[in-house]
C-alpha cells in the first residue's frame, strides 16, 4: 500500500476507535453482543414471493459491504457467505434515536450487524429487508480495502486473504468452488464403497515418493520425524489388510520450489482398488472428472485460463505413450536408443537443441524427463493419457510385460498440467524390493521395512491413483496459479521494522 492508503488507514482507525469507547462508555459493548439469525442472504431473498410485500420476517446477519447513510432513510448491503442482501433503513420505522443516534452515528463500513425485518422489492426490482430491528455484533476498527487503495500487491491477496475475501467476490466464489469439488470427490467415492481413512502424517522414515522432506523432532521420543511427502505406502498396508476401496485426501508436505504448479503443502486425492488396474484407473477418473463437472460446474466443458481455448471432456481422451510424445518432440527416434550405449549422449543432443540446461549429475532418464516436463506436457492441452512410462519415474508400479523397462502406468494431463498419476500396482514383493534399492540410497532402505514386510504376507493385484486436489481446482475454476486455490498458501514470514 502506498503512504497515503497507510495515512487514511490510520486516521480511520482512530475515529473507529473512538466511537468503540462512546459506545462502551454508554453501556453497549458490541463485542459482547450476538444476534438469532435465521436465515443467510440468498436464502432470505428467496423467500420472497412477488406482490407480498412486507409479509415474511427474516432475520439475517453479515458485513456492511455498501454503506451510504442519507437523510431520514438509507439503502445499504451486507454480506454473507452466500453473498449480498439489501438492508433498508428508515428512520420512521426504527426511531429518531436508533436512527440518528446510533445507524447513522456508529455504524461503519466493514461492521458486521444482525438486522430482522420483511421483505419487498424495490422499484429497481431487489428484493431487500425492511429493517425493523438491528444491532451492532462487531466493530471493525480497520477499514476495509478502498476503491483507490485496494488490495494492490499481490502477496497481501495471499497474506490477508480475509480482506481478499470480504473485497473479491471471483476469489470467493473460486475457494468455495474448491469445497464443492472436495465434496463432489467424496460423495463419488463413498458411492461406490471406497472408504475413506485418515494416515499418519509424522513418518519415522518418508516414503511413496522421491521428494525432500521436511523434518520436525518429536520431543517425548527423541527422534526426529518427517512430514508425509505421500499418502501411499499406508493406503497399501490397508489393501493388504482385506480394505479392498480405500481413499484419502490429505495434505503432503514436500520441502521444493514453489512455483505457479507447486506448492510446498498440498493437498491429494490416493485411491486404491483390489483387483483392478491402470486400466480400472483411466475409468475411474474419466467419471469422476464428468461427474465433478456436471454437479458443480454444470458442464462438460472448461475453459483454459491461459489460452481461453475450450478443454472438452466429453468423447474419449486421447491416449499415447511417452517415447512417442518425445520423439515428436525432439524431431527424431530417440527411444531407438533406449538400450544402446550412445543413449545418453542422444538424449543430451535432443537437450541442446531444444535449448534446455541439464546437470551433468543428471541420470539419462532424469534428462529424457525434463524434455518431457518442458516441451511436452505445456502443450496437451485436452485431456492426455500419457501410458508406458519409464520405470525409473514409477518405482512402485508395475513391470510392463512387454518390455520391463516401462511400467504400466499413465500420467492424465489436462491444461498443460499433470493432473493424476495411475499404476497398476506392484505387488511382488521381491521386484519391488530391487526397484526401490535402484531408487534410494541406503539411509533411506529401512523406510521401506514395513511397506516390503506388508507385501510378503500379501497385497492383492491393484491399480492406485493420485489426484492433485489444487491442481484439479485450478483448471475447474480458471485460475492462474495454485496459490489462488488454496486458502492460505505458504509464504516467507514478513520481517517486522521499527
Not at 444476534?35 to 415474511?56: I, M, P, R
Not at 475457494?175 to 463432489?184: H, K, T, W
Not at 520423439?327 to 550412445?342: C, H, I, Q, T, W
Request: a negative charge; aromatic letters at 10%.
Amino acid at each position: 500500500m502506498s503512504d497515503n492508503s497507510e495515512d487514511i488507514s490510520y486516521n480511520q482507525y482512530a475515529v473507529r476507535l473512538k466511537k468503540l469507547h462512546e459506545m462502551k462508555a454508554g453501556g453497549f459493548d458490541p463485542f459482547r453482543a450476538n444476534v438469532a439469525q435465521t436465515h443467510f442472504s440468498q436464502e432470505a431473498k428467496a423467500l420472497y414471493v412477488d406482490g407480498q410485500d412486507n409479509t415474511v420476517v427474516v432475520s439475517t446477519a453479515g458485513r456492511l459491504v455498501v454503506f451510504r447513510v442519507q437523510g431520514g432513510s438509507s439503502f445499504v448491503k451486507i454480506q454473507d457467505q452466500q453473498g449480498q442482501i439489501q438492508l433498508y433503513f428508515r428512520r420512521d420505522v426504527l426511531g429518531e434515536e436508533h436512527y440518528n443516534d446510533c445507524f447513522k452515528k456508529y455504524l461503519d463500513l466493514g461492521d458486521i450487524i444482525g438486522v430482522t425485518g420483511t421483505l419487498f422489492k424495490t422499484k429497481a426490482g431487489e428484493v431487500t429487508v425492511l429493517v425493523e430491528r438491528f444491532k451492532l455484533v462487531s466493530k471493525a476498527l480497520r477499514p476495509l480495502p478502498g476503491k483507490w487503495y485496494g488490495l494492490t500487491d499481490a502477496e497481501q491477496v495471499y497474506r490477508q486473504r480475509y480482506l481478499d475475501l470480504i473485497v473479491n467476490s471471483e476469489s470467493r466464489a473460486r475457494l468455495m468452488l474448491r469445497s464443492r469439488i472436495v465434496a463432489g470427490i467424496r460423495s463419488f467415492l463413498n458411492e461406490r464403497q471406497f472408504l475413506e481413512v485418515e494416515t499418519p502424517v509424522l513418518e519415522s522414515v518418508p516414503g511413496g515418493a522421491a521428494a525432500r522432506p521436511f523434518v520436525t523432532h518429536h520431543n517425548a521420543l527423541g527422534v526426529d520425524f518427517y512430514l508425509r511427502i505421500a499418502l501411499e505406502l499406508r493406503l497399501k498396508h490397508l489393501l493388504v489388510g482385506g480394505i479392498d476401496c480405500v481413499y484419502e485426501i490429505g495434505r503432503i508436505f514436500r520441502n521444493e520450489g514453489v512455483s505457479r504448479k507447486h506448492s510446498p503443502e498440498f493437498t491429494m486425492l490416493e485411491v486404491y482398488q483390489a483387483y483392478s488396474d491402470h486400466r480400472g484407473m483411466m475409468d475411474l477418473i474419466r467419471l469422476l472428472l464428468l461427474r465433478i463437472c456436471r454437479d458443480v460446474l454444470g458442464t462438460a466443458e472448461i475453459r483454459y485460463a491461459a489460452t481461453g481455448e475450450t478443454i472438452n471432456l466429453i468423447g474419449e481422451w486421447r491416449e499415447t505413450s511417452y517415447f512417442d510424445l518425445i520423439d515428436s518432440a525432439v524431431g527424431f527416434k530417440l527411444s531407438s536408443y533406449r538400450n544402446m550405449p550412445e543413449y545418453r549422449a542422444k538424449a543430451i543432443e535432443a537437450t541442446q537443441k531444444l535449448g534446455l540446461e541439464i546437470y551433468d549429475y543428471w541420470e539419462t532418464f532424469e534428462i529424457v524427463n525434463e524434455i518431457f516436463g518442458k516441451r511436452v506436457e505445456p502443450t496437451l492441452i485436452q485431456p492426455t493419457f500419457v501410458t508406458l512410462l519409464p520405470k525409473e519415474l514409477c518405482p512402485l508400479a508395475k513391470l510392463n510385460g512387454d518390455d520391463p523397462g516401462l511400467v504400466d502406468a499413465f500420467e492424465l494431463i489436462v491444461g498443460g498440467m499433470e493432473l493424476a498419476p495411475a499404476y497398476t500396482e506392484q505387488n511382488d514383493p521381491f521386484v519391488q524390493r530391487e526397484a526401490l534399492e535402484k531408487q534410494v540410497g541406503e539411509e533411506q532402505h529401512r523406510m521401506n521395512a514395513d511397506f516390503l514386510l506388508a507385501l510378503e504376507h500379501g497385497m492383492p493385484p491393484a491399480g492406485g491413483m493420485g489426484v492433485g486436489i489444487d491442481r484439479l481446482s485450478v483448471l475447474l475454476t480458471g485460475a492462474e496459479s495454485i496459490r489462488d486455490v488454496i486458502l492460505f498458501p505458504l509464504l516467507r514470514p514478513q520481517i517486522e521494522t521499527k
